[in-house]
């Protein structure tokens, strides 16, 4: 029998490796700060690195949407694969042209373009969706904090947040032939 009720404990599951690491970044800057010597280096160092790590692993919690959506998604050498009961396919990460993020259905989506062959449609609370960020920060050109964002934005239209032609920016209008 547990004391904390459900929602509260996938919110625990889903910062925990955060909260290990906060706990971590507080032992380096305990010893960083109240010791000397060589141990007050190896706070810092300590500090360093689990403060890049912390950062890492917030954008990870923030993109996860949580388990429990139709369907799961496995990811293995280049290759995202969707299974759901009424959808599914595979798609390799090299061939992607076009990552797009829909807010309007419930659950959100991303959508997948592979030149040739349909949409790939993922919901983002998939059964080990979390593991896309990694797959999509991969891409070139594509930051992570412009996947984070995507989430966060409006909902009223699918948001194109990534293609592959690097003549065409997203962010930037096209060129004109003539003014």
């Known amino acids: 029998m547990s004391f904390i009720r459900p929602e509260a404990q996938k919110l625990l599951n889903k910062y925990k490796a955060v909260a290990i690491l906060g706990a971590i970044f507080g032992a380096g800057g305990y010893w960083a700060f109240f010791s000397f010597g060589l141990l007050a280096w190896l706070g810092y160092i300590v500090m360093g690195v689990s403060g890049v790590l912390l950062f890492s692993f917030l954008q990870r919690a ?21 299974f759901a009961p009424d959808s599914g396919g595979v798609i390799a990460v090299r061939e992607l042209c076009e990552l797009a993020y829909d807010g309007r259905p419930n659950p959100p989506v ?19 969706a979390a593991e896309l960020f990694d797959a999509f920060a991969a891409l070139p050109g594509l930051s992570a ?17 990534w293609r592959k032609d690097a003549l065409l920016r997203i962010d930037t209008p096209r060129p004109r032939l003539h003014s």
């Open 62 to 82: 923030w993109f996860s949407r949580g388990d429990g959506g139709r369907g799961f998604v496995e990811i293995d050498e280049g290759q995202i694969s969707y």
């Open 145 to 161: 904090d412009r996947l984070l964002g995507a989430q966060r934005g409006a909902t009223d239209h699918a948001r194109v947040i």
């Open 110 to 128: 991303w959508t997948l373009s592979q030149a040739g062959l349909p949409d790939l449609v993922i919901p983002v609370n998939a059964k080990g």
